[in-house]
Nanobody, 123 residues
């Protein structure tokens, strides 16, 4: 089992930046791809970004490409999502996700996820 804990959400204004963190605990001796998904009120979950187990490959949704950057620190079992040029439409609960395969994060069929952290972008 893997436990994921997100942090770093908050209320910001359009154009601001925010960095989310997600720390994994539990069975972290196995390498997992990690990533982020989000869900806005009344809408379905959407893939945001994913990074491979050793951080060599990353994948982004078109809506965040060029604005968001995913990275990870293997020693800390932590993945980050640097969000720049935030827009009102980025407002959502952001969930950290993990799976043995990164493509399962994009397809929203991942095995582990956290409680989520709220990101609100005001105009």
């Amino acid at each position: 089992q893997v436990q994921l804990k997100e942090s770093g959400g908050g209320l910001v204004q359009t154009g601001d930046s925010l960095r989310l963190s997600c720390t994994a605990s539990g069975r972290t001796s196995t390498s997992y791809a990690m990533g982020w998904i989000r869900q806005a009120p009344g809408k379905e979950r959407n893939f945001v970004a994913a990074i491979s187990a050793f951080g060599t490959k990353s994948d982004y949704a078109d809506s965040v490409k060029g604005r968001f950057t995913i990275s990870r620190d293997g020693a800390k079992n932590t993945v980050y999502l640097q969000m720049n040029s935030l827009k009102v439409e980025d407002t959502a609960v952001y969930y950290c996700a993990a799976d043995s395969r990164a493509d399962r994060i994009r397809s929203l069929s991942f095995g582990y996820w956290g409680q989520g952290t709220q990101v609100t972008v005001s105009s």
